[in-house]
């Protein structure tokens, strides 16, 4: 019985998951921190990114793939990330992206106020406030 | 695989209009639909499903490169364009040396040392203008330089005529400060006062010209403004020079004024020319 019970909770987290969609305003300003934290992580390149993102918030995050790389560029054109193309041995050429000195600030600047978001809602959504 | 390499060209020949010559960015998306495709087929999936797929993660083209439009390429500056612009700024201290004793001089002299010695040098920048694109007309036969080196010969090029219009604005400015019975009426339409006239307008529509176009992709035809500039410069300075009782100089001869216009006519005309048509023809 338990484990019957177990199944259904586990079927209607899955059905919510599957009809959660994050809005466009809200994917549109968590791409910035999300490519930074990736990118603190180490050089990375588009395709792998995107797949980091889907990995780690098990497919709710869905970008359209073409959609991160312009944001990609601004990034570079800010001079917060910097670039550079790497052959592989198949010949074919990828574009590693990798965090520099601004990237790192504004990505500190972002950590901060993400929290203060999270810790208010957190404190909103607790069962202490009523 | 050599069936995505030619789907991907397919691909690529299709989208192009919407991504205006950003070679670097359809390089990225090009390699990113390789990534997935790979992926796709790897785990099982048919390659013209793992094709739809990847094509429909990516998103719409047009959307894409809508997107694209409003970032600009990043700045990468291109080596032999620094030489060219250093060399340049040598030269024009050379030019502008002789005038120093009367900078000190005090009195009119003085005023008329500032406007010899800007305006020479207003003159020297629209130069150094058709310069850079002539450096870069030459370039473009043998390589297709980078969006980011591009980018950068935009904004050195709309510096220079920039300080072009600033520098013989201000010297032209000195000149009618200078006392009328030192140095004549302030324009009697001598050669050379038509001329930096000319040369002064040009600059101002080079500058708004290269303002104006800034986020269009036809650099080469945006060089013709540099070359027309130069031209102007060469009959408004070398021409009124040449014209006037004073011609000296191997540069203020007739023979030579029209060489020199004839040739950057000939580079202009390479505005047209297909880019690294050279490399092609030698390989």
């Given at each position: 019985m338990i484990s019957l019970i177990h199944c259904i909770a586990m079927y209607r987290c899955a059905m919510y998951h599957a009809a959660m969609k994050l809005t466009k305003d809200l994917m549109a300003a968590s791409a910035v921190p999300l490519l930074l934290s990736i990118l603190e992580g180490g050089e990375n390149y588009g395709y792998a990114i995107i797949q980091k993102v889907r990995e780690l918030s098990s497919g709710e995050?869905?970008?359209?793939?073409?959609?991160l790389y312009p944001v990609l560029h601004r990034l570079e054109a800010q001079g917060c990330v910097k670039s550079r193309w790497v052959e592989a041995e198949s010949g074919r050429k990828r574009k590693y992206y990798s965090l520099n000195r601004k990237g790192a600030q504004l990505l500190a600047e972002q950590k901060q106020q993400w929290s203060v978001v999270q810790s208010t809602l957190l404190q909103l959504w607790g069962p202490n406030y009523a | 695989m050599p069936e995505i390499d030619h789907l991907l060209e397919d691909w690529r020949r299709s989208v192009e209009p919407h991504f205006q010559g950003r070679e670097d960015v359809l390089d990225e998306l090009e390699s990113h639909l390789y990534d997935t495709i790979e992926s796709q087929v790897s785990q099982g999936k048919p390659l013209n499903e793992a094709i739809e797929f990847a094509m429909a993660r990516l998103g719409q083209p047009s959307e894409i490169g809508a997107e694209f439009s409003k970032v600009p390429p990043c700045v990468s500056a291109w080596m032999p364009l620094r030489i060219i612009q250093i060399c340049c700024m040598v030269l024009g201290l050379f030019v502008i040396a002789p005038l120093t004793p009367k900078l000190w001089a005090g009195g009119v002299a003085s005023l008329l040392a500032v406007h010899m010695g800007l305006v020479t040098l207003g003159y020297l920048s629209m130069l150094v203008g058709g310069v850079v694109g002539t450096s870069f007309l030459l370039a473009r036969l043998f390589r297709d330089l980078s969006p980011g080196q591009k980018e950068y010969i935009k904004r050195v090029a709309l510096f220079w005529s920039a300080l072009s219009v600033v520098l013989v604005g201000v010297g032209i400015a000195f000149g009618a400060a200078c006392p009328y019975e030192k140095s004549?009426?302030?324009?009697?339409?001598a050669a050379h006062e038509v001329g930096g006239i000319g040369i002064l307008l040009w600059s101002l529509v080079t500058a708004c010209g290269y303002w104006r176009f800034r986020?269009?992709?036809q650099l080469p035809q945006m060089m013709l403004f540099g070359l027309v500039g130069n031209i102007v410069v060469i009959l408004g300075w070398l021409g009124a020079v040449a014209s006037?009782?004073?011609?000296?100089?191997?540069?203020?001869s007739f023979p030579v004024i029209l060489l020199l216009i004839g040739s950057h006519l000939g580079i202009g005309c390479l505005a047209f020319a297909p880019t690294g048509c050279l490399r092609s023809r030698a390989t």
């Open positions: 995050i869905e970008w359209t793939d073409g959609m | 004549g009426p302030f324009f009697g339409f986020r269009s992709p006037g009782p004073h011609a000296v100089g191997v540069l203020s």
